[in-house]
C-alpha cells in the first residue's frame, strides 16, 4: 500500500488537496497514474505504507482511494489524465536531463514528505 503525500500551502491545487493522505493499493487500476505527479509543478509523491502500520485509531491501515471527480482531473490531472501526451516529462533514469529532483523531508508534523523541485520553467497547458 502506499499514501499519496502533498505538500498542501497557498499553492496547492484542488485535486493535491483532495488527494493528500489517500491511501492506494498496488492493484489499484489507477495505481500507475498515482506514482507520477498529477501537473506542472505538482508537488505530490506516494510513500510506502507498511503492512503492519496503524492509523491514529491504532486500527490497521487499508486503502480508502477513489478515483478523483472528472472536472477535477480535467483541470488539475494533465498527467493522470493522459499520461503519453506528457510522457516526455517522466524522471528519466540519468540525473542529466530529469525536470525534477525529489527531496525528502519530515515535515513539523513528523509525517514524511517529498518536495519535487522542478528544473524546467512553469508553462501553461494547453487542454485539448
Not at 508537488?43 to 478523483?68: C, F, K, N, T
Not at 472528472?70 to 493522459?82: A, I, K, N, R
Not at 540525473?95 to 519535487?116: K, S, T
Request: charged residues 35%.
Amino acid at each position: 500500500m502506499f499514501e499519496r503525500i502533498e505538500d498542501l500551502d497557498g499553492e496547492t491545487c484542488e485535486l493535491c488537496m483532495q488527494m493528500d493522505g489517500v491511501i492506494v493499493s498496488r492493484d489499484d487500476p489507477d495505481f500507475d497514474q498515482m506514482q507520477n505527479p498529477f501537473h506542472i509543478n505538482c508537488r505530490g509523491i506516494l510513500a510506502g505504507v507498511a503492512a503492519d502500520e496503524v492509523g491514529p485509531d491504532g486500527e490497521p491501515i487499508e486503502p480508502d482511494y477513489e478515483r478523483p471527480a472528472p472536472d477535477l482531473l480535467d483541470q488539475y490531472g494533465h498527467f493522470f489524465v493522459d499520461k503519453q501526451r506528457y510522457a516526455p516529462l517522466r524522471v528519466p533514469a540519468h540525473p542529466e536531463g530529469r525536470d525534477f529532483i525529489a527531496r525528502p523531508y519530515v515535515d513539523d508534523q513528523g509525517r514524511r514528505r517529498i518536495r519535487l523541485d522542478w528544473r524546467i520553467e512553469p508553462y501553461d497547458l494547453e487542454v485539448a
